[in-house]
């Protein structure tokens, strides 16, 4: 749900429980929520990836414990997408499962991680390779929060929204532009250069409004929710490797996506006969904002084998990808071999 | 499912999947089990509730992501209830969950445990307190496995047996009892001294069923399905003061509802006008069969506290009971008083 006014938001749907606890991410200001809620007890957490483990959803569940919340209470989650994963996860598995509110603060979180009801921590090296389908019961979307969000986590957040603009099946998005085109082409006119949030909000909206389309279609990820993968088997192992290795700087989650969205475009031209001109768009933001991906070709063996252990592979050992046939046309369950990954990362390594 | 022959059932199961591996309580002979699956990935886990724990949940995540079972994967777990209590809460959380077959090897797994869809562990000294609602997709209910089981671990699983016969709504069973008199009758009548197993297979079958019927008109536990509480707020704090007190030896987790349900009785005569005959044949079966609870009035403090902290509690601190008005008759949400609660226990003391 979309709000104007994120402290009366809150309020009313806390005001639903007996009980309501908060869990916010430590980089934000305490008076940007509600007062009311903030009187109760609050867990503080640090944000980032490497908090996504098994340790902080212990922490989380002795908070609950300690505050003594029955099955009849509330959590709230405010934060980014690593902490609406971590608590959502939390909250699933608490006493089998109490409410929960998501109330995403960055762009990514927005887009993302707060619709569609994954939950989950990283587990052995593995990205989301622990978790549970539990969607919180209300999802406060506030775009006030991005006021003070920095580009770069404005920009991580973009990436996910070009993917749902390459794989939104909908052909036209009315509602999202004046002059009703996709919303592919909407976004390529958006200004990334001063960002603006009153322009952005109504682009938010769609891709929301496309995710939850998809989910509602296939909540548990049988088939046609694999189109949100596009962009995500090499972007994951692109991630995980620059999360295991000191030598690499760690980059936003949208990041990854937009060099694994490249690659997988890649591959969909070569396999699928997609136009060539996403990849062209693609590849200018990526040079122009973005700035190229830290690892190299010496790199590819160790990123074959992280996309095979891949939870998105149907079989063990196989890479299972999502690719396109044109904007708007993708396609689930594409294998491919070896040999085509190490040529779609060989031509991302070479721009 | 009751089956006659475990093979057979084993290895058609598992046949509709591509990779299926096995999580097996390590007292059991591998030769009892499925030939065609023993041959594939088993991880043998020692039972018992001390293993009931976060960290034997990640031995078994370990050993899915070791033997890289996809989504499309299946756990069999074979065990008593505590094995199939984690083994299906690993299952509801690796890659946000896989399907999984209970196959219970005790008879208190076979009449509770594997009925319902709860899987969970303890968490900080407390019972249960982290799980999901995740129901296999399918339980194997084999009476062979009864043979070698030992008589305390029988009688534990009649605990619960009883427990089903004091909630069971309805006044008839013709199926268990030849003179369709109710399952209590029926239950009364059984031999504890010699066992027999033939006799006992169509009571477990009407437990089964009982369970079955309340779960599924309340499968999350909002209202009905707290009936099948009945002599377990007494009963797990019993049963965790004993676990977390080394001057005291573990009992069976059915022991501990026998010794709940003589307190619970005893609330429901004093309160509800409950008949005293349930009360008075439970306490000579636990004369008799189950022995006196090892605990004392100087405990009384430490389990009324133990008490206010039970997940079942509706609102923190306060203590919540299912009741009887009569054989068949339960009443949930009944909130005792601390002095209440006291009674019930010195009169458990006092037997």
Known sequence: MFCEDIHSALDSLVSRYDEAVVVMDESLQPSTVSRQLLEGPCLWLKGGEAQKKIETVERVWDFLLEKGVTR???LVAIGGGVLTD???FAASTYKRGIDWVAVPTTLLAMVDASTGGKTGINYRGLKNSI???YPPVETLIWPGWLETLPAREMLSGFGEMLKMGLVDVRRKDVRCTKDS?????ALMRYDLDTMPIESLTPLIKACV????RIVAADPKEEGLRKVLNFGHTFGHAIEQLIIHNSQFTIIPHGYAVVYGMI????LSVVRLGCPKEPLQQLTRLMTEYYG???CKCSDRSRLIELMRCDKKNERAGEINCTLLRDIGEPVINEVITEPEAGEALDYLFSL
Request: net charge negative.
């Open 86 to 88: 971590i608590a959502g």
């Open 292 to 294: 190229r991906p830290q």
């Open 209 to 212: 409004e496309a995710k939850e």
């Open 263 to 266: 690659a997988e475009l890649y």
């Open 131 to 133: 978790g549970a389908f």
């Open 181 to 185: 085109d996709r919303l592919w082409e």
């Open 72 to 74: 009849r209470g509330l």
